[in-house]
Every structure is written in C-alpha cells, then in structure tokens.
C-alpha cells in the first residue's frame, strides 16, 4: 500500500520508487522491478550473449536491489544507473565464472586422457633391452664384466670399484672402458 503522500505508481519515477523501497515500502518494489528489469536484463544480455544466463543474473540483480535498496544514494546518480551498473559487474563475474569452470572442466578431462605412450609396451621394450644387455654382459672377460657391474649397477665411482678388486684405478678404469667398447659394439650402439 502506497504511503500518504508518495506518487501513484503508475507515475513515480524508478528514483522515487527505489527510495520508496528503501524506506521499507514493500508496495514500491513490483513497480521499481517493472521499471528496472528490462534495461537490467538488456545490459547482462549483452554482456553475456546468453538469454539463460542473463535472467539469472537479472533475478540476481533484482534481489540484491530489494535487498540493499537502502545504500543507493541518489546524490552519486540514478537508479536506473545503479541497476545496470550492477547488472554490468554481475555479468562480467558470471562470464569469469563461466570460463573459469570451462577451464576446470578441460583440465579434468585431460587428466583422464590416455597417456601419450602404452606402458605395456614402453615395459616390453625397456625388459628386451636389459636382456639385450645381459646377454652382452656375457660377452666380457670376468674382470671387465666386473668393474662394470660395479661400476653401472651398484653405482660405485672409479675408485670405489678399484678399492672393491683390490685393483690400480688405471687397470679399472681401462677395464670399464674396454668393457663399454665390447658392450657398445655389441648392443649395435653408435659410438
């Protein structure tokens, strides 16, 4: 119900209905909704370019102007300009929430892709290379098969692998050098 003195609402103007709402007249607010929801609604489609998302952000618009009525200041500009101000930052927030959810979602689905590469075959390749290898190892005198097993399974350095056979360093590492050239030319490696 209008309070005494207040315009008729078919003439008030959507600064005076807004102030109207402010001041707790419950009455005013269809009349402000009706002046206030196209030009709302106009600038979030446009902002959006979707007429889903921009009702939303009207009905939005429109609750938090019901239910902040009263911070409007009509010294700082219109009504009008308040609403579609909002509605402006509402919609630009709801395409940030939009892409930003867009880009979750991709993210999850390119974590659930197949890996590049089968494992089962990458493992089949990685067993018939060491066996390639063991075989190979066969290949080398006692003592060369030796420092190189130290020296490339156990992870000795040089002169660890010298104090380990009781060796001269120079002897090991001729040993491993000439162990390596046996293994390369074995496995088919390039030098």
């Given at each position: 119900m209008p309070s005494p003195g207040s315009p008729p609402a078919a003439h008030a103007t959507a600064d005076e209905a807004l102030a109207r709402v402010a001041g707790g007249d419950r009455d005013a607010f269809?009349?402000?909704y009706d002046m206030l929801s196209p030009a709302v609604h106009g600038t979030a489609l446009?902002?959006?370019?979707?007429?889903?998302?921009?009702?939303e952000v009207t009905q939005e618009v429109m609750v938090e102007i019901w239910r902040t009525a009263s911070r409007?200041?009509?010294?700082?500009?219109?009504?009008?300009?308040w609403a579609t101000?909002?509605?402006?930052?509402?919609?630009?927030?709801r395409v940030r929430s939009v892409q930003a959810q867009r880009t979750r979602d991709q993210a999850v689905l390119d974590g659930?892709?197949?890996?590049a590469f089968d494992v089962v075959a990458e493992q089949a390749e990685s067993n018939l290379e060491a066996e390639r290898v063991r075989h190979c190892l066969g290949g080398l005198t006692d003592t060369q098969r030796e420092a190189v097993v130290l020296a490339y399974y156990d992870g000795r350095t040089y002169r660890e692998v010298a104090e380990s056979l009781e060796a001269p360093l120079p002897t090991v590492k001729s040993r491993i050098r000439d162990g390596l050239t046996?293994?390369?030319?074995?496995?088919?490696v390039a030098a």
């Open positions: 269809p009349t402000l446009a902002v959006l370019r979707d007429p889903d998302h921009a009702a409007w200041d009509a010294r700082r500009g219109s009504a009008r300009a101000t909002m509605a402006h930052r509402r919609a630009v927030d659930d892709r197949p890996r046996r293994l390369r030319d074995c496995l088919g």
